[in-house]
C-alpha cells in the first residue's frame, strides 16, 4: 500500500503563498491522476486540483488562476503552489488519488490564512 506524506503548511497572511509537497514511497505519479483536496472546518472534502499522467491539470474555480499544482516523477512528489491566499483557504491539505483510495489518506498538512 502506497504511503503519502503531505507537508509545507502553515499560517500566512492574507494574500500571502505557500508550497504544499506530497512525497509517495513509490512512484505512483506517472500511473494515476493525483489530487490535492482540501478539507475546511464544518465543510465538506472538496478536490482543489489535479494532475494527469500526461501532466493535464485541472482546478477547482475556487483557485483557479492562484494554485498550480505540479509533479516531479524522479522525487515521487507532487506539489501545490498556493498563491494569494485567501482566509477561505484555511484547511487541512491532503493529496490522493483521483478517484481516491480510502486506505492512501495520510495526516494532511494545515494551512492557515489569516485576514
Known amino acids: 500500500q502506497v504511503q503519502l506524506v503531505e507537508s509545507g503548511g502553515g499560517l500566512v497572511q492574507s494574500g500571502g503563498s505557500l508550497r504544499l509537497s506530497c512525497a509517495a514511497s513509490?512512484?505512483?505519479?506517472?500511473?494515476?491522476?493525483i489530487g490535492w483536496y482540501r478539507r475546511a472546518p464544518g465543510k465538506q472534502r472538496e478536490l482543489v486540483a489535479s494532475?494527469?499522467?500526461?501532466?493535464?491539470?485541472n482546478y477547482a474555480d475556487s483557485v483557479k488562476g492562484r494554485f498550480t499544482i505540479a509533479r516531479d516523477s524522479a522525487k515521487n512528489t507532487v506539489y501545490l503552489q498556493m498563491s494569494s491566499l485567501k482566509p477561505e483557504d484555511t484547511a487541512v491539505y491532503y493529496c490522493?488519488?483521483?478517484?481516491?483510495?480510502?486506505?492512501?489518506w495520510g495526516q494532511g498538512t494545515q494551512v492557515t490564512v489569516s485576514s
Open positions: 513509490r512512484n505512483i505519479f506517472s500511473i494515476y491522476t
Open positions: 494532475i494527469t499522467t500526461g501532466r493535464k491539470t
Open positions: 490522493n488519488g483521483v478517484p481516491f483510495v480510502e486506505a492512501a
